[in-house]
């Protein structure tokens, strides 16, 4: 059985939006599946505490806050995980998703020399448009401007879950990004997908992926893939 670790910080626009996606398709996947357990650190309680308890016991740690090159952050900017400040058994052979600002520049590489099996996240700022109104502010996901940007890396989490190895998810993301950019008609929207698209980069074992049962996590070579050119 594998143990995911959500984390799901929700303090302002952002973090809501992202947030609410993650609650509506992917706990909902994970709850419905016998061979996935989740761990979900939910507001108040996403804070390094609870987080830095929570990943022990966690395979896979998925999640979405603002961060920066070195730094992910939960409820209210708490910091979760710093690069160079914390226990390596927090992250060593865990496979690691984050939908946040740049974390994979800087945390992602440390997260991986630091035992981790695999990493996804993004090396620039992960940016979005939303329709601010009452009704999306209480369902984030019937906003169809935010749909655009945020489905993209729910599809490749949802592939994460099926079973997909770390390569087959990266694939499945930057393919769900094209289709967004080929079928967008506004230029500036069309430039923020090609942005968070070049954004996104795979770290560790090509091959790593939810284990299935009691089966453990596949092991293999390390790559990096994706190019170095808001959350």
Request: proline content about 6%; aromatic content about 10%; some cysteine.
């Amino acid at each position: 059985m594998s143990v995911i670790t959500l984390c799901l910080p929700s303090f302002d626009p952002p973090t809501r939006y992202m947030s609410s996606f993650l609650k509506r398709y992917i706990l909902p996947r994970i709850i419905t599946d016998s061979s996935l357990r989740s761990i979900a650190l939910y507001r108040c309680v996403d804070q390094r505490m609870p987080f830095q308890f929570s990943t022990r016991y966690s395979n896979m740690i998925i999640g979405t806050g603002h961060g920066d090159s070195a730094t992910l952050t939960g409820q209210f900017m708490n910091v979760l995980w710093e690069t160079g400040n914390y226990d390596p058994a927090e992250c060593e052979g865990k496979i690691i998703k984050f939908i946040s600002c740049e974390t994979g520049a800087e945390l992602g590489p440390d997260l991986i020399r630091s035992g981790a099996r695999a990493f996804q996240g993004y090396t620039r700022i992960f940016a979005f448009y939303a329709e601010l109104n009452l009704r999306h502010l209480l369902l984030p996901w019937l906003d169809s401007t935010a749909r655009k940007f945020l489905m993209p890396p729910i599809e490749s989490t949802m592939a994460l879950l099926d079973g997909k190895t770390n390569e087959e998810v990266y694939d499945i993301e930057i393919r769900a990004w094209q289709h967004q950019i080929d079928t967008e008609d506004d230029p500036e929207i069309r430039t923020i997908l090609e942005h968070n698209r070049n954004s996104l980069v795979m770290m560790g074992d090509p091959d790593a992926r939810v284990s299935s049962g009691n089966a453990p996590l596949r092991q293999g070579g390390c790559s990096c893939r994706g190019e170095n050119k808001t959350l």
